[in-house]
């Protein structure tokens, strides 16, 4: 695709509940990240991966989130037992290398709104 | 643990004036990226100031960057209402050995309301 894509665009659920939020990075970019967006936090970090391995998950709220990645490309945010402190817009964003590089920018997908009820 | 704080927070502005938005951060960087995102939109990048003294253009917009104040300056020239969105500064902080992955620090944003 022409840019970073993610699924679904809204979600809303119950807490308790467990969801998943999908990211399709630019096709050959190897870097990805994950950021949140709230109203009382910002914008943070969350998690970064470098291929499928993620070397810095520092960002990771609390061991109910976790992120995976395959084949160097799709990623995947999981939150278990959904809280309402979780409600967010959940944005991805890949690099060509994540080298930081002057030249490697981040893209941003259109973010993931999530809310719990 | 570095942090990033844009003023103001709120701007609002007429047509036709200037204004400076500001951003310090608090830990040696020398790679700053200012943001803009639109309403329910993501993030769009703007600019990429990677050394002391950097100045970057684009439009009625430029932007600068003062590595031993730690401050970058985004300067809105003659404003347009197509100019309204939320503007963030980003900085990439160097790990000990002075490598980066492109981990990025947000400050808090400042809304740009510009009306007639």
């Known amino acids: 695709g022409a840019g970073v894509s993610q699924s679904p665009s809204n979600k809303v659920t119950e807490k308790g509940k467990d969801v998943e939020l999908r990211c399709d990075p630019i096709s050959g970019h190897t870097a990805l990240y994950w950021y949140r967006q709230s109203l009382g936090q910002g914008l943070e970090f969350l998690i970064y991966?470098?291929?499928?391995?993620?070397?810095?998950k520092s960002g990771l709220p609390s061991d109910r989130f976790s992120a995976e990645r395959t084949g160097g490309s799709v990623s995947t945010l999981t939150i278990q037992r959904t809280q309402q402190e979780d409600s967010a817009v959940y944005l991805c964003a890949s690099s060509l290398t994540g080298t930081g590089d002057p030249t490697d920018t981040q893209y941003f997908g259109p973010g993931t709104r999530l809310t719990v009820l | 643990e570095l942090k990033v704080e844009q003023n103001p927070l709120f701007l609002s502005m007429q047509e036709g004036k200037n204004y400076t938005i500001y951003c310090n951060y608090s830990t040696t960087s020398d790679r700053l990226y200012w943001y803009r995102q639109d309403p329910g939109k993501s993030l769009e990048s703007l600019f990429v100031?990677?050394?002391?003294?950097a100045v970057k253009q684009e439009g009625r917009l430029m932007a600068s960057l003062d590595t031993k104040a730690r401050l970058s300056t985004l300067h809105i020239t003659a404003a347009v209402h197509d100019l309204s969105a939320t503007y963030f500064c980003a900085v990439d902080l160097r790990n000990a050995g002075g490598t980066s992955y492109g981990k990025l620090t947000f400050g808090q944003g400042t809304i740009l309301t510009v009306h007639p």
């Open positions: 991966f470098q291929g499928n391995s993620a070397p810095d």
């Open positions: 100031l990677l050394s002391n003294g």
